[in-house]
């Protein structure tokens, strides 16, 4: 630890759907925490990640993308996101560089208007933007809000990723290290496996299905080989959806399947054998208490 004294925060990450936040925040961390798809609305949930170094500990909120929700979990997605900006020391308001000025970013600008907080304009996917483009659209941005700081990025690239964190850093208080030092989430391991296996099939299904998918691990377990066992539900509201996840023969639950193992091996450092199931369980986004044995907890629902 340095002399200037440890700095320590939370930074909640908000932002329209698709606009690189997961991206941003599993590059930071250098593991896959928050999954990514090209699927809106992905991350459902409040997904912690910690970011720790000599001088400081960030903990980043990955909040659920801005936008108008149609049921109950959608619902709990707003209120989760809303939430997350009463409680941190640094907001990032991240915006897709390459795309014009939205409603959604118009309906984010207003919600952030009378907070305190220090807001940072991140512009992501520069790598697709001409910088006379990128000027343009900080102009837009700062006529809108006051923002404390304004940093152009490419989270898949890396690009000026290490600048923004410094520029983070300089706006945390001094404060206490809140997690050990090896810790990159707050969430369980049997939480990110379940999200790992719904990227997957995200990935793969057509637009049809990604929301009504939903993901519980049932079993996770070591045995004397070091071989981690884990038995996971897929859940979908039709029987017309259970169809296309298992696909013909099998086959794309099984694609699902080898995708999946891949990450949850990287992620667990052990040999994996995936057992996956499909279940129907009708209008499952409008049932509370299903919802929450899914792993949205109670106190951000």
């Known amino acids: 630890m340095s002399e200037k004294g440890f700095k320590s925060g939370f930074i909640s990450i908000i932002g329209r759907p698709n606009v690189g936040k997961s991206t941003f925040m599993n590059k930071v961390l250098g593991q896959k925490v928050a999954i990514m798809s090209d699927k809106p609305q992905t991350t459902r949930n409040k997904i912690q990640g910690v970011h720790t170094t000599e001088d400081s500990q960030m903990i980043f909120i990955d909040t659920p993308g801005i936008?108008?929700?149609?049921?109950?979990l959608g619902e709990h997605m707003m209120k989760v996101a809303r939430?997350?900006?009463?409680?941190?020391?640094?907001?990032?308001?991240?915006?897709?560089a390459a795309e014009e000025i939205g409603r959604g970013d118009e309906y984010i600008i207003d919600m952030l208007k009378n907070n305190d907080t220090p807001i940072i304009l991140v512009l992501n996917k520069i790598d697709l933007v001409h910088p006379d483009?990128?000027?343009?659209?900080?102009?837009?941005y700062k006529d809108k809000l006051n923002f404390s700081e304004v940093v152009p990025i490419s989270a898949l690239q890396g690009n000026n990723v290490d600048h923004l964190l410094s520029v983070i850093e300089s706006y945390l208080p001094e404060g206490p290290m809140y997690y050990p030092e090896d810790r990159i989430t707050d969430h369980p391991e049997h939480f990110i496996v379940s999200e790992l296996i719904r990227e997957k099939v995200l990935h793969l299904t057509s637009q049809e299905i990604p929301h009504a998918i939903g993901v519980e691990v049932d079993k996770m377990k070591a045995d004397d080989n070091g071989t981690v066992h884990v038995t996971a539900t897929i859940y979908v509201e039709r029987d017309s959806q259970k169809g296309m996840v298992i696909g013909k023969g099998g086959k794309m639950l099984k694609e699902v399947g080898q995708l999946a193992r891949y990450d949850i091996e990287n992620l667990l450092g052990s040999k994996v054998f995936l057992e996956l199931w499909v279940k129907v369980q009708k209008d499952w986004r409008n049932k509370s208490q299903f919802i929450r044995s899914l792993g949205y907890r109670d106190e951000e629902y």
Do not use: A, D, G, S
């Not at 936008?67 to 109950?72: E, L």
């Not at 483009?133 to 837009?140: A, F, G």
């Open 67 to 72: 936008h108008k929700p149609k049921h109950q």
């Open 133 to 140: 483009k990128l000027m343009e659209q900080i102009t837009v």
């Open 83 to 96: 939430n997350t900006l009463r409680e941190t020391e640094v907001i990032l308001f991240i915006i897709n």
